[in-house]
């Protein structure tokens, strides 16, 4: 449904900044209907991408094809089955709820009974129906959020995209959020490409995608991604944390990986942690601050694979 | 694309009203301007073949326009805003013309001009400004057509801009003079030659031809003047010119620098 193929962008030189490579021979498939996470540390292009995803920027390079159409060629086709939620709202926090969606509605050409089937739709699975009237400056984060999305929804995209959008949210308005977006995009089996850096938000996508300096390091299922860790995780904090990777390295033959004060013993067989935990206690018990056994989540996934710390024990 | 037009623009106007402070603003400054000015000039404004007029009454089309200016530029100036507020960002993804973005805004700041120049208009009958049916709807059209011009200009200033604080700058040193300029403070036709070169090059010196006219003369009279007809195409260039580059600008995406493929 979205197909990226070769992907490059390079933002031009300007007088005070060289030019700079945000995406290097991208390529990325998403099937119809499937739930997609985007996500990488900052500057790692992701905001590049989803801007060339939704037509505002020509690449250096590449293509980008949603639905079988062209993004910049066919750029009207596009729009028009393509729903984007910004990272920052996109509605008039002057008008009310009302009027921002009589708005959309009218971009998109939306009216009549048409429109008014899909804003009774709209009110029935967001808390907005007690606000229509309301100006949208004084809406709470998490309900501004639900109009952002009420107000794409409304012409049935086929593919919706979303930038970090529940970016400021509280963890209640988020879970409420996702639960809203997830259980909408089953029911209407739409495709949605969603970059986020918050990792429980991807546990529950079908695939999720990681990219790094404009490259994409992998792109997986959720559960794919964290059999490449091996089941368990063992994480040591100690005094010492160079001395003591050294050793479990020389001494009990692991290949500890070093992140910050933490040593993390990634490749341990499921239930071999348990024993591995005990020898290590055994061993090196005096500088242990602590040490725990954890099921790899998707967030060690992502620290394993962007390699944002160091391996073994050089520093 | 009407639809998308005509919401936008109503998006304009609405927010206009909704902003009380904005209306007294716009309609007070040119009101007290003329007010001021047209007083104390009208002891001493003695130029050579209007023997019979008044500052106040000469200044009175220069205020129009002046209105126009600055209601226009200030409505336009909201584009800036849009981007920054991220309203802007939802209505690029939509599947409209980009005319349709342009002119929604344009016609929005349009209409905001508009309900104040009328207003002003009313004033016209007071200072004894015989005004004919013909001629009325004759001002009217111009007051659209020059609105439109400034709009459509300012639109195609702010859009690349990314503060209102440059916005400001551009509009005291390039578009305040173009009123300056205009015949609106002074007769054009005794100033030095440099200057009347750059107001007869300037579109708001003939927008005012288009405007002064029709209070002196019969819609007839009008059209059988040249000047009057040089002018009329001069605004219709200017506005048609700044339309189409606001399209062509609102058109142009952020493009990534050009790669050698190996």
């Known amino acids: 449904m979205i197909l990226i193929r070769d992907l490059t962008h390079v933002y031009p030189a300007t007088r005070r900044q060289s030019s700079r490579t945000a995406i290097s021979r991208l390529s990325l498939e998403v099937a119809e209907g499937e739930f997609c996470i985007l996500s990488g540390p900052n500057g790692s292009g992701k905001s590049t991408l989803f801007r060339i995803l939704c037509g505002l920027t020509v690449p250096s390079a590449g293509g980008v094809r949603v ?17 984007v939620v910004f990272q920052s709202p996109a509605v008039d926090k002057h008008l009310s709820v009302a009027e921002n969606l009589a708005i959309h509605a009218d971009l998109y050409g939306l009216h009549g009974a048409v429109l008014a089937d899909r804003l009774g739709e709209a009110l029935e699975w967001s808390d907005l129906k007690e606000r229509l009237g309301q100006k949208v400056d004084t809406l709470s984060g998490g309900l501004a959020r639900q109009l952002e999305l009420a107000k794409c929804l409304l012409t049935r995209p086929r593919v919706l995209l979303l930038d970090e959008p529940t970016t400021g949210l509280d963890p209640a308005s988020r879970r409420n959020f996702l639960d809203v977006l997830r259980r909408l995009q089953r ?7 969603m970059t986020t850096h918050i990792f429980q938000e991807a546990e529950d996508a079908d695939r999720v995608a990681i990219m790094k300096d404009g490259h994409l390091l992998a792109c997986d299922t959720p559960q794919a991604l964290r059999a490449r860790l091996g089941h368990e995780v063992v994480v040591v904090q100690a005094s010492d944390p160079p001395s003591l990777a050294r050793r479990l390295e020389a001494e009990l033959g692991l290949a500890p990986l070093r992140f910050g004060e933490e040593i ?11 024993a591995l935990l005990e020898s290590i206690l055994g061993r090196y018990r005096p500088e242990i601050l602590s040490i725990s056994i954890k099921q790899a989540a998707l967030e060690d996934v992502f620290i394993h694979i962007t390699g944002a710390g160091t391996a073994g024990g050089s520093p | 694309m009407m639809r998308a037009v005509v919401a936008l623009a109503r998006r304009e106007f609405t927010r206009f009203i909704r902003q009380p402070q904005r209306v007294v603003g716009s309609i007070g400054q040119p009101l007290l301007f ?9 002891g001493s404004f003695r130029p050579p073949g209007m023997e019979g ?15 126009l200016l600055f209601a226009s530029i200030f409505s336009s100036i909201t584009v800036i805003e849009d981007r920054d507020q991220g309203f802007l960002q939802g209505v690029l993804v939509a599947p409209v013309p980009r005319m349709a973005i342009v002119l929604g805004k344009v016609f929005g700041g349009t209409l905001i001009a508009m309900a104040q120049a009328l207003l002003f208009l009313l004033l016209a009958p007071l200072l004894g400004l015989p005004l004919s049916a013909g001629g009325t709807v004759m001002v009217i059209l111009t007051l659209l057509l020059t609105s439109t011009g400034f709009t459509a200009l300012g639109f195609l200033i702010a859009w690349s801009m990314r503060s209102t604080a440059g916005f400001h700058a551009i509009m005291m040193v390039f578009l305040m003079p173009m009123w300056l300029l205009s015949g609106a403070l002074f007769p054009v036709e005794h100033v030095p030659g440099w200057l009347y070169v750059l107001m007869e090059i300037n579109p708001v010196t003939h927008a005012l031809v288009l405007l ?6 019969t819609v007839s009279g009008v059209f059988a003047d040249p000047r009057f007809v040089t002018s009329l195409a001069v605004v219709v260039a200017w506005v048609v010119g700044c339309l189409y580059l606001s399209m062509v600008r609102v058109e142009r995406r952020d493009r990534g620098a050009a790669i050698s493929q190996s």
């Open chain 2, 212 to 217: 002064r006219l029709p209070f002196y003369a």
């Open chain 2, 53 to 67: 007029i008044s500052y106040l009454e000469f200044f009175y089309p220069g205020v129009l326009l002046m209105m």
């Open chain 1, 264 to 274: 993390r013993i990634e490749d341990v067989p499921a239930g071999g942690s348990l």
């Open chain 1, 67 to 83: 639905a079988g159409f062209d993004v910049f060629a066919e750029a009207m086709a596009v729009r028009g089955i393509m729903g």
């Open chain 1, 187 to 193: 029911a209407r089996a739409m495709t949605v490409l």
């Open chain 2, 34 to 42: 003329w007010l001021f000015l047209g007083s104390g000039f009208t």
